[in-house]
């Protein structure tokens, strides 16, 4: 009789303990698993956000009772007595800039300094679900269930990201930081600024760039750019919370990631998909591999403007009723509808013709600004070109007034966008027209739904049609190196379908490992200078798997497990949870003994264990005595 697949939460073991003591005595499994809901929850929206895991986030009543239900406020009345949960009043910003005042929590800090431990549901499949799924369907998320890829052979090297993520978080957090941006933005732009206080929280406000110029040097402060984020820390301070923080977040990242944890679902409002690939960090991306494979991304280059100047090239060169009927996905196909009556009213503003796909060249005798657009978007670098024609410092600012366009309200303008119209005219009055009869975040929510349709149900479909295992990242697919040609065609082919204009740029990440690779392991060159770009692409099994027994590593770990003296069908009664853990940390296992070892240690952990081990755990337990006795 097989086991049930229960989900589970990975927390830190102080964590674990508490609510084994809560709920010890409750024998209602709804009961153990609403405790675990709750910590899952707030414990993912902490450390979901990589620039500060000390934060509280921001969960309205609405929230709780949508994923947890009414009776909510006694668990986390019962977690916040147990000092597990804090909260406090917080201000919640949207992306859109809209802000209300709601509860927010966080994991007291006491509880974090630990390691992680696997703790599972008590229900039946059936009646319990994780933390990350409950919250996806709170936010309009459907679940992907069949996905035709296989989770399992997509796998991260934990025990190498984990020792990179020891050494190069400074280094990452020197990267992230760009207070150059700064000098570039309009002295009175409105922006969202973090405020961190003495104790290593922050408060966030919309305030012009000159107002948290000031506000920083009256406190003896400096106002950063990191990330996407505008912050006025003391700058060793902010340096020291960056590094805890991306150090926490990252490290939450590895040491979470399992195929049962990706939870692929889909936003039935922007046609997104999400799962924890989706998001994973791109730092994190050189230990992923697939199928055993190094992998590459081909990412769509400035993603939503190259699918604008699309959607209007389309309509020159063809109709506004054949540029509907592209579209199949009813979100998309909606979005365009509107689009198109907007394109109708400005008709004789544009260009007769737009660009020819087939052979795209650029006639410079049209000076039509709509026709200035698509060349700029879908021929050339669109952010660089911005940054050159307004002589901004960066190519950032360039990408910063685009989005900013996308996402701000049509009236008032503010300067960025003041500026982009000087550029743009007509394109400006397109966008604005659209918002004004449709809602101002509609237009972004309106591209979104394209990239979705084309790279999910097009791009990603026909990827998985071919049995390449893959997964996508809103406007990039990632996959297996040895499967580039079939990517490049499958791409080639459906922006060929769509008579789109596109520029895909394949990154590697892991290149110098691989050159290293192939002069040590490999007949194809005798030295790094040798190294040509073909090989690199002609790379898939060269590998060679090292022997356990070779392992310097594996003998130091194995030598401290305490084995069973013989040989038995199932080890339940022979291996302690302690053994078990020492087992799922030997150097060199494969992913499939890991996810049955995990299997094990949560039904150890849990309230009601079932009294077997998985088939793969007896094996590999098996073959370990073996390596004893040999």
Known sequence: MSKLNFYNEYLPRKIAKVLKEITVCEREYRTHDNYLLVVGLVYRHQMSDDASYLHYSPLSREYWRTVVGS????????????????????????????????????????????DFTLIKYSGAKSQSASADMLHSKAIGNEPVTKLGIKPELICLQKKQALEWISISIPKVVDGYQNNGY??????????????????????ASHMSIEAAQKIAEEQGKTLLYYKDKFVIADEKQFNRIAVENLTAHYNWQVKSFHPDSFNFSRNKNTLRVYSKLSSLPTALLPFIRINGQYIQQADLKCSQFTLFANLINYYLNHSGEQLIALFHKKQAKQFVASLVKVFDKHKDEMPEAGLDTSNPEENQFITNDVYKFMVDALLNDFYKIIKSELGLPLREHGKG???????????????????????????????????????????????????????????????????????????????????????QQIIGAVFSSFDFIYRVEYEEFNTDEIMHRLVNETD?????????????????????????????????QFQEITLPEFKEDDYFEYVSLDTLWQIYELDGLSMEAQLAVEEDIANLQSNYPIPQFQDGTNKLISKLIDIRDA
Request: aromatic share 16%; proline share 4%.
């Open 524 to 556: 194809y060159v005798d030295y790094i200078e040798d190294y040509d770009e073909i090989f690199f692409y002609s790379m898939m099994d060269s590998g060679k798997e090292e022997d356990e027994e070779d392992n310097e590593l594996f003998w130091e």
């Open 71 to 114: 009776h909510y406020s006694k668990y986390i009345e019962r977690l916040v007595q147990e000092k597990v949960l804090q909260r406090d009043w917080v201000q919640y910003v949207d992306d859109f800039g809209n802000s209300s005042r709601v509860m927010g929590y966080r994991i007291n800090p006491d509880f974090l300094q630990d």
């Open 182 to 203: 700064i000098n570039g933005i309009p002295k009175t732009l409105p922006v969202l600024v973090r405020i961190y206080n003495d104790k290593n929280g922050f408060t």
């Open 401 to 487: 007034i685009a989005f900013r366009t996308v996402f701000s309200k049509p009236k008032p303008e503010n300067e960025l966008v003041r500026q982009f119209r000087q550029l743009y005219p007509t394109v400006i009055s397109i966008i604005n027209d659209f918002k004004d009869e449709c809602g101002y975040n509609q237009f972004a929510i309106g591209l979104q739904r394209i990239e979705a349709e084309i790279f999910i149900d097009h791009i990603w479909k026909q990827a998985k049609k071919e049995s390449i295992n893959c997964f996508t990242r809103h406007d990039s697919l990632v996959f297996p190196i040895n499967k580039r040609k079939e990517v």
